[in-house]
Antibody, heavy 120, light 110 residues
Framework: QVQLVQSGAEVKRPGASVKVSCKASGYSFTSYSMHWVRQAPGHGLEWMGIINPRGGTTSYAQKIQGRVTMTRDTSTSTVYMELSSLRSEDTAVYYC?????????????WGKGTTVTVSS | QSALTQPASVSGSPGQSITISCTGASSDVGSYNVVSWYQQHPGKAPKLMIYEVSKRPSGVSNRFSGSKSGNTASLTISGLQAEDEADYHCSSYAGSSTLVFGGGTKLTVL
């Protein structure tokens, strides 16, 4: 079945970087773009960006542009999201979510989420 | 990229209907029929309920429906059930390969 398996929880110091992985299975990895979405405690969802695994092209939210990098490894069907210069406000659950093949920016399959805590 | 505006909370009794609004701008909701709605139970990942304004994925109850007028999209849930109690999030394509979410609405079934 279609599955997105994310890496485990992380605790980071302010100023550090974190890299979260999302391994896809059950479908053709390069046929679907992947979104990253985060949710701070008690808050709504925030779109971070999208990567097309076929060519590696990306688009990022303006708010985090310059601090976020999304990459992929087609040999392992895995996408990565790296966020640098971490601040306490980056404490959140980070989700990867598959884009529908129509390319219409809606997410039909979600990972279970990775908790990232930024604390000194 | 300002967040879409949703009411913080709505409530209804079992069997009733409720509507959640999602207000954006002419640059997002008003320009694209790419509005989606997600249901999220506590501690769980979101689940797609409505896409492209009014379409339901396979397996989603027909009690859920979506619509759009101008810069405002709406999600209506009819015949409220206890299991509908959850947070609901709207999203819209915002141009230039970007997406924007609303702040989320907590639905309480009384």
């Amino acid at each position: 079945q279609v599955q997105l398996v994310q890496s485990g929880a992380e605790v980071k110091r302010p100023g550090a970087s974190v890299k979260v992985s999302c391994k896809a299975s059950g479908y053709s990895f390069t046929s679907y773009s992947m979104h990253w979405v985060r949710q701070a405690p008690g808050h709504g969802l925030e779109w971070m960006g999208i990567i097309n695994p076929r060519g590696g092209t990306t688009s990022y939210a303006q708010k985090i542009q310059g601090r976020v990098t999304m990459t992929r490894d087609t040999s392992t069907s895995t996408v990565y999201m790296e966020l640098s210069s971490l601040r306490s406000e980056d404490t959140a659950v980070y989700y990867c979510a598959r884009d529908h093949p129509s390319g219409n920016y809606y997410m039909d399959v979600w990972g279970k989420g990775t908790t990232v805590t930024v604390s000194s | 990229q300002s967040a879409l505006t949703q009411p913080a909370s709505v409530s209804g009794s079992p069997g009733q209907s409720i509507t959640i609004s999602c207000t954006g701008a002419s640059s997002d909701v008003g320009s694209y029929n790419v509005v989606s709605w997600y249901q999220q139970h506590p501690g769980k990942a979101p689940k797609l309920m409505i896409y492209e304004v009014s379409k339901r994925p396979s397996g989603v109850s027909n009690r859920f429906s979506g619509s759009k007028s101008g810069n405002t999209a709406s999600l209506t849930i009819s015949g409220l059930q206890a299991e509908d109690e959850a947070d609901y999030h709207c999203s819209s394509y915002a141009g230039s390969s970007t997406l924007v979410f609303g702040g989320g609405t907590k639905l309480t079934v009384l």
